[in-house]
């Protein structure tokens, strides 16, 4: 496919909602940098874990800056409350992805976008993530059911929608959205309990609209980054070198959605793709589930990384 992206310096990853949040780590590296408990020398700064993700991600070229949002947050506040302890000046931000239309991704978006203060600015996301009537299914009688995710809340937030289903470029060709995601390994099904209705059948719902976006980094490769990689992270990882044309990866962050029944025969089949993969660094976050993310710090102990809320990861 090939479709051109550019080349930056750097990416700078920091995590608005993770699942996990431990403020006394004192693990800072040249790439990791962990959130303080600080105001001024008090220890009295908090910062929130919820169950879900939201990112602030900075790409530097050339001695420039320019911001993007990718993904909101599980509740209406978190994410919002997270970026104002963080100090995180979103004001930047000239554009906005959405991995997939569940709550844990969208539920914040709202407060966001009013930190950011600019009218009608661009959403990009995938059509299906306004399909409507998704649950879990519990049992035949028992269904947990999503909140909508609709053109008008979104509209209501004050962006203006541009729905993809195909790649689509990003902040003049240095992000790539990659819209829907092929589904080829044999390990990679997605969730049985995961059901939406349409036109009164209950069907399984493949979350078409699970995307990921993806950067290059001079001389290192791409970083890819995923919200819950409904699709498969591997079908993830493979498509954006089919898209890029470029085949080496820096690193792999995200949502690995390895957790659960489901998911039990898919953790080491997965780690093993991903050595597979050779990326410099792995980094598992917000779904992947902790027996996965033990797995894969097991298996691949040079390359793990442990992400949690206000960590910002810097890969140059």
Do not use: W
Not at 72 to 91: I, K, Y
Not at 106 to 117: A, C, D, M, Q, S
Not at 129 to 143: G, I, P, Q
């Amino acid at each position: 496919m090939g479709l051109t992206i550019n080349e930056v310096e750097k990416v700078d990853i920091l995590t608005l909602q993770d699942n996990y949040i431990d403020l006394v780590s004192q693990d800072n590296t040249e790439i990791i940098q962990r959130a303080m408990p600080l105001i001024g020398t008090e220890i009295k700064n908090s910062v929130l874990a919820e169950h879900g993700f939201a990112s602030l991600v900075t790409i530097t070229n050339q001695g420039g800056m320019r911001s993007m949002l990718f993904d909101f947050g599980f509740s209406e506040n978190g994410a919002a409350f997270n970026a104002e302890a963080l100090s995180a000046d979103l004001t930047t931000i000239e554009v906005l992805a959405l991995s997939h239309g569940h709550l844990d991704h969208v539920g914040g978006i709202e407060k966001l976008v009013k930190k950011i203060g600019k009218d009608n600015i661009e959403l990009v996301l995938h059509p299906a993530a306004f399909r409507s009537l998704r649950y879990v299914k519990v049992t035949e009688d028992f269904k947990v059911h999503f909140p909508p995710f609709t053109r008008e809340k979104a509209q209501a937030a004050g962006v203006a929608l541009i729905e993809s289903e195909e790649p689509y470029p990003l902040l003049d060709n240095t992000v790539i959205f990659l819209g829907e995601i092929p589904r080829h390994t044999d390990f990679e099904k997605g969730s049985s309990n995961l059901c939406y209705e349409e036109n009164g059948e209950e069907k399984q719902d493949p979350i078409n609209d699970d995307s990921a976006i993806v950067f290059n980094v001079k001389d290192k490769g791409l970083v890819i980054l995923s919200g819950c990689a409904h699709a498969g992270i591997i079908n993830t990882a493979r498509y954006a070198q089919v898209v890029t044309g470029i085949d080496t990866i820096y690193a792999i962050m995200g949502g690995f959605h390895l957790t659960g029944a489901d998911f039990d025969s898919v953790v080491k089949p997965t780690s093993e793709a991903l050595e597979n993969l050779d990326p410099d660094y792995v980094v598992p976050t917000h779904c992947t589930g902790r027996e996965a993310i033990m797995h894969i710090e097991k298996e691949m102990p040079d390359k793990f990384l442990l992400n949690m809320a206000g960590t910002k990861l810097t890969f140059s």
